[in-house]
């Protein structure tokens, strides 16, 4: 037994606090060698709601925010579902000064892609998602998708298609792979991180947990999952500042630390 808690100071103006979490939260070295490592940013309050009044913001505080910061600022892109987007207002990323050096270092563009998984293509294409990108945004959807939709937005976007009734999230991920972006971070929502652990394509949680109980009927962090396995996980990280937890843990690589369902 470990006590693995101790108060942290996350000032988002100290540089040696930022250069802590980029090295507390950087990727692993296999990504130099084109092998995608995806990790999920969630929250959640302390009876498992992973959303306060339909939003997740609500369960979110300062140092949160700077971790996501961090993350977003460490990634190639970031996978988020269509019913997020239009639900939390996303915004295209924006380039990070105090990542400018690091990024460019290690060939990144100046700001993370936003990579939405949308099914109907029903999007807003006036937003500034799609207008003021500095890195052109992706739409992950079907091969049968709407084509009236698919030339829309193939106008202002760049368009990613596979699988038919739904998207084949491992062809997808593979297809950003491919673009380099082996720094893969998804910020759910819930259903969309369902269904990525559901396929085995999780390596990390990076997950939150705040000092909330709110009851009602919030989804959990992975909603209406399918696991063919229950998948072990091994913590690396545990921060504290003012009651939240912040938690980072990777999974066993070996596929038989899988532990099979029972009945």
């Known amino acids: 037994m470990?006590?693995?808690?101790?108060?942290?100071?996350l000032d988002h103006t100290d540089p040696a606090s930022l250069e802590a979490l980029a090295a507390t939260y950087a990727y692993p070295g296999q990504?130099?060698?084109?092998?995608?490592?995806?990790?999920?940013?969630?929250?959640?309050?302390?009876d498992g709601a992973a959303k306060l009044a339909g939003l997740s913001e609500g369960l979110s505080g300062d140092a949160d925010?700077?971790?996501?910061?961090?993350?977003?600022?460490l990634s190639d892109v970031v996978l988020v579902g269509a019913e997020t987007v239009r639900a939390e207002g996303y915004r295209p990323a924006?380039?990070?000064?105090?990542?400018?050096?690091?990024?460019?270092?290690?060939?990144q563009a100046s700001a993370p892609a936003i990579a939405i998984v949308s099914r109907s293509l029903t999007l807003d294409l006036a937003a500034p998602l799609f207008t003021e990108p500095l890195v052109r945004t992706v739409v992950i959807t079907t091969e049968d998708a709407p084509p009236e939709r698919l030339e829309a937005v193939g106008k202002v976007a760049d368009l990613i298609t596979t699988g038919?009734?739904?998207?084949?999230?491992?062809?997808?991920?593979?297809?950003?792979?491919?673009?380099?972006?082996?720094?893969?971070?998804?910020?759910?929502?819930?259903?969309?991180?369902?269904?990525l652990a559901g396929e085995g394509l999780l390596d990390e949680l990076c997950f939150?947990?705040?000092?909330?109980?709110?009851?009602?009927?919030?989804?959990?962090?992975?909603?209406?999952?399918?696991?063919?396995d229950v998948q072990r996980m091994r913590l690396v990280s545990l921060i504290e500042?003012?009651?939240f937890l912040f938690t980072r843990y990777v999974r066993y690589p070996r596929p038989e630390d899988s532990v099979p369902l029972s009945g």
Do not use: Y
């Open 164 to 195: 038919t009734d739904s998207v084949d999230l491992r062809a997808a991920t593979a297809a950003l792979t491919e673009r380099g972006w082996t720094r893969q971070l998804t910020e759910g929502g819930p259903r969309l991180l369902a269904q």
């Open 2 to 9: 470990q006590q693995l808690i101790s108060p942290c100071d």
């Open 94 to 107: 924006r380039a990070r000064a105090d990542f400018a050096a690091a990024r460019a270092a290690a060939g």
């Open 31 to 46: 990504v130099e060698h084109g092998r995608a490592w995806l990790r999920a940013n969630m929250v959640s309050g302390l």
């Open 241 to 243: 500042e003012k009651g």
């Open 65 to 73: 925010k700077r971790i996501f910061g961090v993350l977003r600022a």
């Open 208 to 228: 939150s947990l705040a000092p909330l109980l709110s009851g009602g009927d919030a989804p959990r962090i992975l909603q209406g999952a399918r696991m063919p």
